[in-house]
């Protein structure tokens, strides 16, 4: 017989990132940022390869992720409102963790699969900040995808990917909800 935990789905049911432009300073120290990564590690994992790892960024590595954004918006060319919003991404949230794709050779699993193991833990850590009572938001930016800085900052070896930045801080505002999928128009009962 099923055991409910209609708190849990309460949460789920209810619950929304906040926009990283509105997270203010202060965040989890890292003791709690460690069980976050520790709830995080738990998502599904076909095969137990852990084709992920966790980059923290805070405090002057923060700063640095910003100058070298900056370099390489102007090096890439991107138009000014562009180059700001990369660079300010760097600079929203106490802390942000970086989840990188890391596969791992493997006849078994499928490469496929062991991205959406990433995807996976990024939502899980997004929602453990959140269920931790901090403000959290999963995003990707320009420089998810700049070759040069996932190796040069990220350190990201030949194979890996961003998966995603999980920026968490302290929630300045709580934003509306936003409308959701209408479920019969996505829904197929075969």
């Not at 942000?96 to 490469?111: D, F, G, R, T």
């Not at 990433?118 to 930016?141: D, E, F, I, M, P």
Request: some cysteine; charged content about 20%; overall charge negative.
């Amino acid at each position: 017989m099923p055991q409910p935990r209609p708190e849990v789905m309460e949460f789920l049911l209810s619950r929304r990132s906040r926009p990283a432009k509105t997270l203010g300073p202060g965040g989890p120290d890292r003791s709690a940022l460690e069980q976050m990564l520790a709830a995080a590690a738990r998502s599904p994992d076909h095969g137990k390869l852990e084709p992920w790892r966790f980059i923290v960024i805070e405090g002057a590595s923060r700063e640095q992720a910003q100058a070298l954004a900056a370099d390489r918006a102007q090096a890439l060319e991107l138009d000014e409102s562009t180059a700001a919003k990369t660079v300010a991404a760097f600079g929203q949230g106490e802390v942000i963790v970086a989840v990188i794709s890391s596969p791992k050779p493997s006849e078994k699993v499928p490469l496929w699969e062991q991205h959406l193991s990433a995807g996976a833990v990024c939502l899980a850590l997004l929602n453990a900040a959140l269920a931790s009572g901090w403000g959290a938001n999963w995003l990707t930016g320009k420089m998810a995808y700049d070759p040069v800085f996932i190796m040069d900052f990220l350190r990201c070896t030949d194979g890996e990917a961003v998966a995603g930045f999980i920026h968490i801080g302290t929630e300045t505002v709580m934003p509306q909800d936003r409308p959701r999928p209408n479920l019969s128009a996505i829904t197929t009962w075969a």
